[in-house]
Every structure is written in C-alpha cells, then in structure tokens.
C-alpha cells in the first residue's frame, strides 16, 4: 500500500502544471479622464459593470452608448494587482457585452504611464445581439512592447505602470452597445515553481508505518 501511495505521488509531482496563477480584478472607480458611456441606473459606470465575475446581471445594470454618440471610451480605476511572479503571460480586458442594433464593434483598451499617461487599445470586435464573453489579450506592455514585469503590472513601476483600464464602442450604425461587466485579468506563472515532489511525498511519508 504505501508503494502505491509513493508511486501515486511522484506521478502527481511529474503532472503538476506550471503554477498558472490569475487574477482578476473589478473596476472600483470611473476613469477622470475617459468617462464617455452612460450608467443605465444614473450612477456610477463602474457600478454596473462590477458583477460578480461568472454571474453577470445581463440587462438589470450596464453601461450603453448610441450609435450616433461612438466612438467613445469608458476608462476604469482598480485595486492594483498584488501578485509573486517569475513570468508574466498577459494582461487582458474582459467585457461581457451586446450591441440592440447592427455594426457595433468593441475594443479593449489599457492606459499606461507614471506621466504622461498613455492609451493602447486592441484590435475591435464585432458584438453580438446577446450578451457575450469578449476578451482583449495585451501578450507585452505596449509602452515598452516587452514582456510585463511585475511591478508594471502591480502599477508601482516609475515609467510603465498600467493605470487604467477601458472599453472603446465604435462602429454602430443603430441602437446602442451594452456592457453589463468589465474587468481586468493577468495571467502569470508564480514564482517559486508549482507543486514540488517534496511537497507531495510529505504526507504520505508515515502511510503503512
Ligand atoms: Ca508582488
Ligand atoms: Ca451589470
């Protein structure tokens, strides 16, 4: 028996992943600068994209632009990223969104810089009619076009901190895009490695003794 649990537990250790780590992150306040969408409930924008991540609201909160007002930029401030890295995947803008009329398209967007700071936005999508998961990848820190380090991300770097985040409608010939959730994801390896074959041998040591 205890050979077997051995046996089960250096297969354990040779499968674990790489330590792939997320964190996601809601927006907490409207951007000063871009602040261009309107708040179905009048409020705050930021208070109707803020679901809880995997249990939008669909129609009951969101944020809308007409056709006729795009493009416009909805920017977002949020509780920096707090995370212990050896690589860094991405950064990616997550929308849950819909457009009510035709050729409406959505881009993701990040702003940049300790000062001035900068705007980079994805390549646009094309929304559908019913709400729908889009999702814009930034692979590098576009201001440096170099992999992300830590603290660009955690928002503490001196010349490339990502600050904001945004949507970008553009695009619609009728009705209105709508936005019912929004937030910020990285994707990171943590560091120190994953799951170590002393870590899981540990507690079987004793099994059959
Ligand atoms: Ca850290
Ligand atoms: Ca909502």
New binding site residues.
């Given amino acids: 028996m205890r050979r077997l649990l051995l046996t089960v537990g250096v297969l354990l250790a040779l499968a674990a992943p790489a330590a792939a780590q997320v964190q996601q992150r809601l927006p907490t306040s409207d951007s000063a600068t871009y602040n261009e969408w309107n708040a179905s409930g009048g409020g705050s924008k930021f208070a ?2 803020d ?1 809880t991540i995997g249990a ?2 669909a129609d ?3 944020i809308s632009k007409v056709f006729g007002s795009l493009p416009a930029v909805q920017a977002f401030g949020f509780t920096a990223f707090s995370i212990t890295s050896s690589a860094i995947t991405n950064v990616q803008v997550v929308a849950i969104a819909r457009q009510t009329g035709a050729d409406g398209q959505l881009r993701g967007g990040l702003r940049i810089g300790a000062g001035p700071v900068n705007d980079y936005q994805s390549s646009a999508q094309a929304l559908s009619g019913s709400y729908t998961t889009y999702t814009f990848t930034f692979a590098t820190n576009p201001q440096t076009t170099s992999a992300w380090t830590e603290a660009e991300v955690e928002g503490t770097d001196g010349t490339n901190p990502l600050v904001e985040f945004y949507v970008r409608g553009q695009s619609a010939s009728s009705g209105e895009l709508r936005i ?2 929004a937030y910020l994801v990285v994707n990171y390896t943590a560091a120190g490695g994953g799951v170590s074959p002393t870590s899981v041998m540990l507690p079987l040591t004793g099994v059959g003794q």
Avoid: K, Q
């Fill in positions: 109707d994209v679901d939008d609201d009951s909160t969101y019912t959730n």
